[in-house]
């Protein structure tokens, strides 16, 4: 079975520009979560989507950030205009159904740099 | 808040045995996860501990004491390939709910 696919793997940009992340989770997975992880950090929830509702989105800066899981599959995060302290891995994972440990399969996530 | 405590670094000998503690405060539990992470990799899952006890997989064993707030993840026989930063996360409720995860522990294995 394929894994989760990012893209792109890296991402260089000037403060103030716009940048997009995409992700396909694993077939069948119908919970997908942004992640992000700063330097020397564990993850951080940014927002999760159950099919293509997004369930909780506490974390997510709404002012700059955005997301979309259209048609409850592939997702896009959007940052319109990053700052410096952006600048971090975006992680995307997914889940199978309700039940069992709950493991997260990550992708191997979007690395930005914002200058 | 949510609070994860595990130690930062960790040194080890090829072949040997090392345990990496996580001690946690959180607004709920169900259930405690480790997962390993190459530098520039994913994320990747090795255990889950839902009930007290030990949990082996292989040369990885979980351990998880619910009334202490307090899991430990041991690796033995210890190979380079182990150098890695080693999350526990938090699972707060039953069902797809997110993980809250540590600051993790980097392992370094030396010969």
């Known amino acids: 079975e394929a894994g989760v696919v990012q893209s792109p793997r890296y991402k260089i940009i000037e403060k103030k520009q716009p940048v997009a992340f995409w992700c396909n989770p694993i077939?069948?997975?119908?919970?997908l979560y942004w992640y992000l992880q700063n330097l020397g950090q564990g993850p951080e929830l940014l927002i999760r989507?159950?099919?293509?509702?997004?369930?909780?989105d506490s974390q997510l800066p709404k002012d700059r950030f955005s997301a979309e899981r259209l048609k409850g599959v592939d997702s896009t995060l959007k940052i319109q205009p990053a700052e410096l302290g952006d600048s971090a891995v975006y992680l995307c994972a997914s889940q199978r159904g309700q039940g069992g440990t709950g493991e997260l399969f990550f992708g191997e996530g979007s690395r930005l740099t914002v200058l | 808040g949510q609070s994860l405590e595990q130690p930062s670094e960790v040194t080890a000998v090829e072949g040997a045995i090392v345990q990496i503690n996580c001690t946690y405060q959180t607004s709920g539990f169900y259930g405690l996860s480790w997962y390993q992470q190459h530098d520039g990799g994913a994320p990747t899952f090795l255990s889950y501990n839902a009930l007290d006890g030990l949990e082996e997989t292989g040369r990885f064993s979980s351990f998880l004491s619910r009334s202490d707030s307090y899991g430990y993840l041991l690796l033995q026989e210890l190979q380079m390939k182990d150098s890695a930063s080693y999350f526990c996360a938090v699972r707060l409720s039953s069902g797809n709910t997110p993980l809250v995860f540590g600051k993790g522990t980097r392992l370094s294995v030396i010969a």
């Open positions: 077939s069948g997975h119908n919970t």
């Open positions: 989507y159950e099919n293509e509702e997004a369930v909780d």
